[in-house]
DNA sequence: CTGTTAGCGCATTCAG
DNA sequence: CTGAATGCGCTAACAG
């Protein structure tokens, strides 16, 4: 592959005319750009990305790390800080955690190695300590989807307490107070959260329901099918149902199916995130709307800001989420 | 940021010394080997992946290019290169062309300036000349999706007449004979192939229909839906319909569901694709799957397979799409 | 087993 | 406006 002294050959000129050119710096004559422009097209020169960056100890890249490119959420949040990106002359490179800690590490290592300016991190897997670790390595370094404490300013959030107790008391609002709840067993954050928001906007509204009430599963098509079964199984009579998300929700609506129990009319439903398949589920999902690129535009731009020293204020670094009206839920006749 | 001097210096060994143990040399010393680790730790030291890069000329990065990471499609498909690529101790560098031209170019532009060993690109927008331009110049270069004659044996493709032979023979096999089509008005070649496919089937089993059966629109649910509001406005009759995709289908779905019209039993109808949505649509839907997962895992190994200079035969490069039977398709009794 | 040294490809002083 | 020279951080001879 040339390089930029072939090139210089080429053209007959020194190697720093040739980078003067590539660089569009101002003090080349129009006789050699015009020179070097065509010996680099002759050789098929392309600059290495790799010696640019070692020099100029610079690599315009952000990095990204989510749990897997391949789930459509995280398609989004990657979209959304490839939009940024772009917008500042840079690009992104992604690592994929895949849910596990060893992965997480990894990829996050080879973010920083590879000297990305700033980092947006999906992290589920490390312990607080670790990333705070990470985070005092890198200024550039944002977590998404995550709070901790030592970090709030650089922190990008979803309220999911909030997000479940609205969903809980939309359901309350249309009559129902048997109300079950599928949450997820993963060991994180946004599940326990989640199932507290439940928790309380039953309390606030006076309704006492034993544990059997919360039945977990994988957050996923197949955890909510099972934790739908298990619901079922125990003959609880709820009319509503709140899921971990809308895979669960999915899940837990092809089971209703195949028992004949009609959604809304007999047992109403709401999802959690509002993903692609909210709006193709039958009936159309209502469910709680997780702005994530929203978050994922407020995190890069966050990032970038934190990298170059900016004094970045970030105010509104836990949002809010919202209510998504659609077809799983409706007023109860039962009391 | 720590560099191998300052660890060297330190540990109180040479450069080498450490680029040895970093690099797990075997001929370095257990003391030594214990001075650097402990430096490296305390220094927080991080080797420099461009450093790296440019002296061993070897950067052990797939580069990918898919029109929308976001699209579960090609999240599919990046997470299937990403599993090659990490079974090979190499990880991946992603492009997204946004089914632009330009954008396509640019990218696989900066997949080289970076180095990548190896390229699986998915592109649309750009031509023949141009993509054979780039393999010329990169022999890790793999075509997915497309098939170009001159790099025939470095393409993995879908035959996506026979996916839509498939789909529009099935619906016969169901009594069907008055069978619409919704194409899709994106000029690249699977929308003609899939066209050519569904008009052979009707031919083949001595099916005529005007021209008015055809209809299109973007590839994707709003385009579905103005397509089959406009074959509706036809009053055409069709009991079945073949679908560019699995949301120009869903899409259909939810005006024929407007309109009061059952599927399956008033109308059948197939999507294409299997995406994620297909089996969450009601009714489920019956579609053509494109195994996209194994296409990636062959493109990947065949890029690298090429990059080391092996002989890599590829055989099977044409990929054959199978039926897949869900609830949107049912006998007719119109005839 | 270890240290010295010469580049990898490029941007950037600093003289001319 | 241009060229010669220096070094970014690291690996790989090479000589000890």
Same mark, same amino acid.
């Given at each position: 592959m040339a390089t930029i002294k072939d090139v210089a050959k080429v053209a007959g000129v020194s190697v720093a005319t040739v980078s003067r050119v590539i660089n569009k710096s101002p003090k080349a004559s129009d006789s050699s750009i015009e020179a070097v422009t065509h010996a680099m097209s002759k050789l098929g020169y392309r600059?290495?990305?790799?010696?640019?960056?070692?020099?100029?100890? /610079?690599? /315009?890249?952000?990095?990204?790390?989510?749990?897997?490119?391949?789930?459509?959420?995280?398609?989004?949040?990657?979209?959304?800080?490839?939009?940024?990106?772009?917008?500042?002359?840079?690009?992104i490179l992604i690592g994929n955690g895949y849910h596990r800690a060893e992965e997480e590490r990894n990829a996050i290592e080879l973010l920083i190695n590879n000297r990305c300016d700033s980092l947006v991190i999906h992290s589920k897997g490390l312990s607080d300590e670790e990333l705070i670790g990470f985070a005092k390595e890198v200024k550039g370094m944002v977590l998404i989807n995550r709070y901790i404490p030592e970090l709030a300013e650089r922190c990008i959030s979803l309220d999911n307490y909030q997000g479940a107790y609205l969903a809980t008391e939309y359901l309350i609002q249309h009559g129902h107070t048997k109300i079950a709840c599928i949450a997820s067993t993963h060991k994180i954050e946004d599940a326990s959260q989640r199932i507290e928001g439940y928790l309380a906007a039953l309390r606030d509204h006076d309704i006492s329901l034993p544990n059997s009430y919360i039945e977990y599963g994988e957050p996923n098509g197949d955890g909510g099918e099972l934790a739908m079964a298990n619901l079922l199984t125990k003959s609880l009579d709820a009319t509503g149902i709140v899921a971990y998300n809308d895979y669960m929700a999915a899940g837990a609506l092809s089971v209703l199916d195949e028992n004949n129990i009609k959604v809304p009319e007999q047992v109403s439903i709401m999802g959690f995130d509002d993903g692609l398949i909210a709006r193709y589920i039958y009936p159309r999902l209502s469910t709680v709307r997780y702005p994530i690129q929203i978050m994922a535009d407020k995190a890069a731009r966050l990032a970038l800001a934190l990298a170059s020293s900016e004094h970045a204020d970030n105010e509104s670094a836990i949002f809010a989420p919202t209510l998504v009206h659609r077809n799983s839920v409706a007023h109860t006749n039962k009391r």
């Open positions: 600059p290495n990305a790799a010696a640019r960056a070692l020099v100029s100890q /610079n690599t /315009n890249t952000i990095g990204v790390l989510v749990s897997d490119v391949s789930d459509s959420f995280f398609g989004t949040l990657v979209k959304a800080v490839d939009s940024v990106a772009h917008e500042h002359g840079k690009h």
